[in-house]
């Protein structure tokens, strides 16, 4: 366990539905960063959030978006979905905004969209 | 944004010692260097960081030469549970950092 739990751990959803996946960070990380994994591709980075403030975007598409609580837990929210969505989700934590100490990931969401 | 180069894969035998390079050739001055090693279907987990010369801990060893433009992983004595994509990093600690994976390194470990 390495203390960031994301849920759900699978998702199978339609196309054009919007779904919410969810992370909590480890315990005393102020960072969160969300990315996503195609199929036998990279990861891409997606978005940052350090305290409750977006701190740097990626290849997010228009169609998603994410936010950090009070309570630093962060969710990102994919709408209008696309089988091209399909994919693992990982949400990762750092104590700081940046990259000393390294970044902790959490197990993932596997999104399925049929 | 350093943008850093790696060998798409690597093959080893069991118990041999690998080492993996990835050139960061414009490293800017605040950035680490860390590596992080993937499972299929798993989340990346955190192997090892440095700055400059030498850093070792229980799993790896980080070779960092005096110009920083590049860096290599050692693990010692790999077993088959090594087989991963080992991912290298470069980034400093300030706000707006974007952590950028490349494709990484897929290490296969023979028996």
């Known amino acids: 366990d390495s203390g960031v739990t994301q849920t759900p751990k699978h998702l199978i959803t339609a196309t054009g539905q919007r779904v919410t996946l969810r992370c909590s960070p480890r315990s005393g990380d102020l960072s969160v960063y969300w990315y996503q994994q195609s199929l036998d591709q990279g990861l891409q980075f997606l978005i940052q959030y350090y305290n409750g403030e977006e701190r740097a975007k990626g290849n997010i598409l228009e169609r998603f978006s994410a936010q950090q609580f009070p309570d630093l837990h962060s969710e990102l929210n994919l709408s209008s979905l696309e089988l091209g969505d399909s994919a693992l989700y990982f949400c990762a934590s750092s104590p700081l905004e940046g990259a000393l100490g390294g970044y902790t990931f959490g197990s993932g969401t596997r999104l399925t969209v049929v | 944004l350093a943008k850093t180069t790696q060998p798409i894969s690597m093959d080893s035998y069991e118990g041999q010692e690998v080492n993996i390079t990835c050139s960061h050739n414009?490293?800017?001055?605040?950035?680490?260097i860390t590596w992080y090693q993937q499972f299929p279907s798993q989340g990346p987990r955190f192997i090892i960081q440095g700055y400059k010369t030498k850093v070792t801990n229980e799993v790896a060893s980080l070779f960092i030469p005096a110009d920083r433009k590049s860096s290599t992983l050692s693990l010692p004595r790999v077993s088959l549970s090594d087989t991963a994509v080992y991912y290298c990093?470069?980034?400093?600690?300030?706000?707006?950092?974007?952590?950028?994976f490349g494709a990484g390194t897929r290490l296969f470990v023979k028996a």
């Open positions: 414009n490293i800017a001055t605040n950035d680490y």
């Open positions: 990093l470069v980034g400093d600690n300030t706000g707006g950092f974007k952590t950028i």
